[in-house]
């Protein structure tokens, strides 16, 4: 499937079909914007309804997140977080204590109502981020090392919809929702950007220069198509 990359949106995969009338842009299940258009209709048409509903596609990825995300008692976050709810008086607080998340729940309210769900997402944020920059860091270098691969800095992000990504300089972007994939998803992320490195497409050449590092690239390749970034 072709795909188009905007710089807040990350992927957006095109789907043309004799049937469509008219350029259409939806959430898939994975979280990522997908668009159907018709089958000579350029991409210019997409690109233009883009710029033009950045507001409303950006209410879309919100409440396909609100639905996807359930959180619950005793649940793991990301590596070394646990959620932990307890039942209180007066008004719901978050916060994170080491390496728990512990919400104080007012008695009027449900851990997934949406003020409490909004009130989690940032301090799951937050500890997200702070796996992220204890582990990634390390095991890209690692990665690098391992592979021969060079890159120039790495920097963090949780916006938009993608896992990671190079630049033309050598800086490799990863998403701190990586930290929620078992650790050999996250390997296949990072040899993904680490072979941009040397081959800044997605060629022949540079699946072979991703094979070579993890033979099991194509199953996890699918498996991250149905996964969503969304914290």
């Not at 950045?54 to 409440?63: D, G, I």
Request: charged share 20%.
């Amino acid at each position: 499937m072709p795909i188009i990359t905007d710089k807040e949106f990350g992927t957006i995969a095109l789907r043309r079909s004799s049937k469509a009338t008219s350029v259409k842009i939806r959430v898939a299940p994975n979280g990522e914007l997908r668009a159907s258009l018709p089958l000579y209709a350029p991409t210019f048409f997409v690109k233009h309804l883009i710029n033009g509903s950045r507001s409303q596609l950006r209410e879309l990825l919100s409440e396909h997140r609100k639905v996807s995300l359930q959180f619950e008692d005793g649940m793991q976050i990301g590596k070394s977080h646990t959620l932990r709810v307890q039942t209180k008086a007066g008004k719901t607080q978050v916060s994170r204590h080491g390496q728990q998340i512990v919400v104080s729940l007012s008695s009027q309210q449900q851990l997934n109502d949406s003020a409490v769900a909004e009130q989690l997402r940032k301090t799951v944020i937050v500890a997200l981020r702070v796996e992220a920059k204890s582990y990634l860091p390390k095991r890209l270098a690692f990665l690098a090392n391992k592979y021969n691969y060079v890159y120039e800095s790495v920097r963090f992000s949780h916006a938009g919809g993608r896992w990671g990504s190079c630049s033309s300089s050598g800086t490799i972007s990863l998403n701190i929702a990586l930290m929620k994939l078992p650790f050999e998803l996250i390997d296949y992320v990072i040899i993904h950007e680490l072979s941009h490195t040397k081959q800044l497409n997605h060629s022949r050449d540079f699946w072979k220069l991703v094979g070579s590092a993890d033979p099991d690239y194509i199953n996890h390749r699918r498996i991250l198509k149905e996964t969503s970034p969304s914290i």
